[in-house]
């Protein structure tokens, strides 16, 4: 059973940064491609960023390219994505998501971390 | 980049009836479709994938179908724990892009 849980979300003023983690657990990791998906109060899915499973395969939203980095530890099975130059439309529910090689997408999901942009 | 348009927007049905949800690409993207379901405060779960595969423990009364621009989800026999919002998903091309969603809702 895939566990993915997030962390390091809050409130944060325009600026600023954030750097959310995503520990995963019940998959071999490193196997996994991994994607960060948002979505603001009572608005539809956005997905964020993604990196392929050895991490050399890295694409990013329009929306965060230049601010937003997305990194893996695969010894440590965890995820990352630095948030800098943090604006109040970065407001959202941020989802860790994961899928094996194949083809599905999207198979497994955290449960979300709340990150708040605002003075 | 891929553009998904999904409609409805919404969309009131009753127990039992049989829905259809349509999503068209703005260019071909062959079967790399999927459709997913959300709950209320809840993250999204996979329902089909490859626009027509059924994931494991998905009932059959979901079914995906489509192939190039233009893709449905259909549910027959709704059932009270299917009144959710419904999204699809291209993974065809980076930036993979959703659907604005559809959310069903008890009549």
């Known amino acids: 059973q895939v566990q993915l849980v997030e962390s390091g979300g809050g409130l944060v003023k325009p600026g600023g940064s954030l750097r959310l983690s995503c520990a995963a657990s019940g998959f071999d990791f490193s196997d996994l491609y991994m994607s960060w998906i948002r979505q603001a109060p009572g608005k539809g899915l956005e997905w964020v960023s993604y990196i392929s499973s050895g991490g050399y395969n890295i694409h990013y939203a329009d929306s965060v390219r230049g601010r937003f980095t997305i990194s893996r530890d695969n010894a440590r099975n965890s995820l990352f994505l630095q948030m800098d130059s943090l604006r109040v439309e970065d407001t959202a529910m941020y989802f860790c998501v994961g899928e094996p090689s194949g083809p599905t997408s999207f198979d497994f999901w955290g449960q979300g971390i709340l990150v708040t942009v605002s003075s | 980049d891929i553009q998904m348009t999904q409609s409805p927007s919404s969309l009131s049905a009753s127990v039992g009836d049989r829905v259809t949800i349509t999503c068209r690409a703005n260019?071909?993207?062959?079967?790399?479709l999927a459709w997913f379901q959300q709950k209320p405060g809840k993250a999204p779960e996979s329902l089909i994938y490859a626009a027509s595969i059924l994931r494991g423990g998905v009932p059959s009364r979901f079914s995906g179908a489509g192939s190039g621009t233009d893709f449905t989800l259909t549910i027959t026999n709704l059932q009270p724990e299917d009144f959710a919002t419904y999204y699809c998903?291209?993974?065809?091309?980076?930036?993979?892009?959703f659907g604005q969603g559809t959310k069903l809702e008890i009549k």
């Open positions: 260019q071909g993207i062959t079967n790399y």
């Open positions: 998903l291209q993974y065809y091309r980076h930036p993979r892009s």
